[in-house]
């Protein structure tokens, strides 16, 4: 079975150009009026390319983020020189081991599904046991889960979305396949670059495991949280079976 964090490194280049077709920054309102309401330090979990921790710092948010992939890290520092987000603290971690101290965090955050990056029971149970530690007692832990991973109908080949990207002209080219036994979806991309008379292909799988709220809700249960709101939208709606968005704010016990 494939480790989460593969593929994260060769995504990279495309991140950014990908979101802004897909999610683009409808959670970052969200996640910004959490943040502020924090009494001290937030982590991010999985702040790859700043797409999320760059507008908290700008708002104030005290922030330190953590990402396993170097190549995300080194795109987020590039972009943010010389601007108010080069305050931001990144950091290179597997957030299944943080390397911080004790209850050193007032908050975390884990946006945009990077838990479900976890493909396996133990890589989960371990990173919300770190969580866990980071916090004092009353401390806020945010999950942000993509529910319809799952439903997405397996294909070939299929071309995903092209377009230009300053310079480059993409194309995503993508297969997605379901381990349905162990609730992973993974998606073959191969990325087109086309650059003046130049072009490339690269290739890369991401997989993610997706649990329901119930099974989330349980483990964190497990971990040493309390569930204080399950929210369906970025506004704060409830949250139903349905929703397009499933979030998670839990406390510290």
Partial sequence: MREGWEGWDDY??????????????RDVPFWRRVALAAAGRVLE????????????????VDLVGVDRSAPMLARLTRRSAGSRAARLRAVRA????????????S????????????????????????VSRLLPAGGTFGVDLVPDVPKWREYDNRVAFRG???????????????????????????????RARRTSEHTFDLTFRTLTIP???ARLERAGFAIDR???????????????VWIILAKKG
């Avoid at 990279?12 to 920054?25: K, S, V």
């Avoid at 999320?52 to 104030?60: F, I, R, T």
């Avoid at 399950?230 to 397009?244: C, E, N, Q, S, T």
Wanted: net charge positive.
């Fill in 94 to 105: 597997d957030i299944r081991q943080l390397p911080f101290a004790d209850r050193s965090f």
């Fill in 215 to 217: 099974q989330m809700t």
């Fill in 164 to 194: 230009r990207a300053g310079a480059r002209h993409l194309t995503l080219v993508e297969s997605v396949r379901h381990d349905r036994r162990r609730q992973l979806t993974t998606f073959s991309q191969t990325y087109i670059e086309r």
């Fill in 107 to 130: 908050m975390v955050i884990a946006p945009y599904g990077v838990l479900q990056s976890l493909t396996r029971e133990r890589d989960l149970a371990d990173a919300l046991a770190a």
């Fill in 45 to 60: 979990l999985g702040c790859g390319t700043g797409r999320v921790s760059k507008p908290l710092v700008k708002a104030g």
């Fill in 12 to 25: 990279a280049p495309f991140y950014d150009w990908e979101n802004a077709q897909t999610l683009g920054r």
């Fill in 230 to 244: 399950v929210l369906g939208d970025y506004r704060g709606g409830p949250w139903d079976p349905r929703a397009d």
